[in-house]
């Protein structure tokens, strides 16, 4: 009887320990860790387009920017005034 004995308990426990086992690998399904997993994808997919548009962007802006001509002369004038008036000592009166 007591053979009988130790070999039911022999199955039990290793029905048990099966039952963790595949438990432990299957997971338990926790609907937070869900939430956070896809909150997680969700944030790298976001992050992944910024910078590819920032790859772009920096891909555009790359190039040599010029002002129109009609800028670029008004700037020049500009210039030469603000120097014409450094010259002359006249400076001061910009900050006023």
């Given at each position: 009887?007591?053979?009988?004995?130790?070999?039911?308990i022999?199955?039990?426990?290793?029905?048990v320990?099966?039952i963790?086992?595949?438990?432990?690998?299957?997971?338990?399904?926790?609907?937070?860790?869900?939430?956070?997993?896809?909150?997680?994808?969700?944030?790298?997919?976001?992050?992944?387009?910024?910078?590819q548009?920032s790859?772009?962007?920096?891909?555009?802006?790359?190039?040599?920017?010029?002002?129109?001509?009609s800028?670029a002369v008004?700037?020049e004038?500009?210039?030469?005034?603000?120097?014409?008036m450094?010259?002359s000592?006249?400076?001061?009166?910009l900050?006023?």
């Amino acid at each position: 009887m007591e053979r009988y004995n130790d070999s039911i308990i022999r199955r039990l426990l290793t029905l048990v320990t099966m039952i963790f086992v595949a438990f432990t690998f299957l997971g338990c399904n926790d609907p937070t860790i869900s939430d956070m997993e896809a909150r997680n994808q969700r944030l790298g997919f976001f992050i992944e387009q910024e910078l590819q548009r920032s790859r772009n962007a920096s891909q555009i802006t790359s190039g040599t920017v010029s002002l129109p001509p009609s800028e670029a002369v008004d700037m020049e004038a500009e210039r030469r005034e603000l120097d014409r008036m450094v010259a002359s000592g006249d400076w001061q009166s910009l900050f006023d």
